[in-house]
């Protein structure tokens, strides 16, 4: 690997060395369950292993959790509601929330290292993901002081009134993507709305969400947040099916997606979900070139395709698609890839070999049926990457739309590209599949902007950019990406229930 700035090709030596130096510093000391403000063990006392992407060496020794693990983190947040958070007010929270995100900034390098090591995501989209964290619990510190009721009008002599009160325990599920950031997203509207939390992070990353716990053990009450590791049908599932878990919030694959729902339905508990998607991104024919090939690197190539919004499906006007896909053939052909702790690095590692497995699997596929692989497609040829889980930035063409691998999530750094002409077909394509999480359109025709951003069928449509989260934003997923919004205001209304008070003033 060579470094942008011209250094010597780096050999597997020095970046395994890197690896281990930094490791030594930012893994941990606390890696066991965290139930009731305790470090312990599981109750079966087995472990798993957690692995450094980059390197294939193993980062950490972690608690597998299971049913009975979930079943003392529910008690330990049923009893922390009970006796100390129901009577924490919203002042409160907001100062907790707000130190929260305070101990994330004041860590911020080890927490973007540990999330780099443990996901083998570029340092400098660590830490982007790190910042992210901490403004989202400021963002949910201020929402806090917002929660109104209502005085409902009514002809009758009486007064209706709404309180929203919290659920009290939930439970959340996150996917290891952005491991610290989904943490957030998902623990600091619960926080807000007076909840408190079984968090159960994914296997494959979860040391950040441990290192959370280890820097806020003195801000918040015991047991108001719980965080059981441990593999999803052992530690994830038992947390979807037990009773005293009134909601539950997931995000993750949408056939997990649709078990958790099946689970919560046997017992009525309130579900969001954010689930997969195979997002369209729309090129029109007035675009500036260079814009549209900007924004369509940061649609798929951002966290190495690993985005539940990824802009995979591309629709270019045919009057720009050569030059386009000359100019984005370019890109991907010079996207620094190497190790991930490097400033320089634009792709690492996928998170693990069976996600290459997958993502190379689908490629095949398209392969097989004919598909043109313009670029990428395999492994990078670099000797000194060869014990990560790296695939190159791979764009394909002339594949039918109906094909599997344009239909399925294949969460890779794997772009299809169509050409269009005519506005209609392309657009009932754009929405020809089940997912509808999100959009991408690029033009400075401000009517084609909106007709399009209209007609696609997408919980978000970005228009001129991709991939961008403003906080209070509303984020989730039309056909089956998913039930609910996260980010936004409106979602401290989904980790509460609407309680209506009816006052005979006769
Ligand atoms: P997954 O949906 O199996 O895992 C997500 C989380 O759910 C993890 O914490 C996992 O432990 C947990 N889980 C797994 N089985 C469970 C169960 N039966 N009950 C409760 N929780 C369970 O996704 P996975 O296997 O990591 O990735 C498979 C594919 O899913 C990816 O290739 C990608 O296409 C998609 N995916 C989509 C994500 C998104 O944000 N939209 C995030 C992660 C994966
Ligand atoms: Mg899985």
Known sequence: MTTESGDAPEDRQTISDRHADTAAEVVPDQLGLYIGGEWVESASGETFETRDPTTGDVLAELQAGNADDVDRAVTAAQTAFDEEW?????????????????????????????????????????????YLAAEHFRYFAGVTRSLEGETVPSDGPRQIQTVHEPFGVVGQIIPWNFPLLMASWKLAPALAAGNTIVLKPAEETPLTALKLMAEIDD????????????????????????????????????EIGKQVMKNAADRVADVTLELGGKSPLVIFPDANLKKAVAITNIAIFYNTGECCTAGSRLFVHKD????????????????????????DTRMGPKVSTEQVERTLSYVEKARDAGATILTGGAAPEDDALEAGSFVSPTLITNIDHDH????????????????????????????????????????????KANKAARDLEAGTVWVNQYNDFPDGMPFGGYKQSGIGRERARETVYHYTQTKSIDISLR
């Open 219 to 254: 801000v918040l009450p015991d047991g108001v947040v719980n965080v059981v590791t441990g593999f999803g049908p052992d530690a994830g599932e038992p947390l979807t099916k037990h009773s005293g878990v009134h909601k539950l919030a997931f995000t993750g694959s949408t």
């Open 404 to 447: 599997e691998a344009v239909q399925e999530e294949i969460f890779g750094p794997v772009l299809e590209v169509f050409e269009w002409d005519d506005y209609d077909e392309m657009m009932a394509l754009a929405n020809d599949v089940d997912y509808g999480l999100a959009a991408g359109v690029v033009t400075d025709d401000l009517t």
């Open 86 to 130: 129901k009577q924490t007010g919203p002042a409160k929270r907001q100062k907790l929330l707000e130190t929260i995100a305070d101990r994330i900034s004041a860590n911020r390098e080890a927490f973007a290292q540990l999330e780099t090591l443990d996901n083998g995501k570029p340092i400098n989209e660590a830490r982007a993901d790190v």
């Open 320 to 343: 720009i698609a050569e030059e386009f896909l000359e100019q984005l053939t370019e890109t991907a052909e010079s996207l620094t890839i190497g190790d991930p702790l490097l400033d």
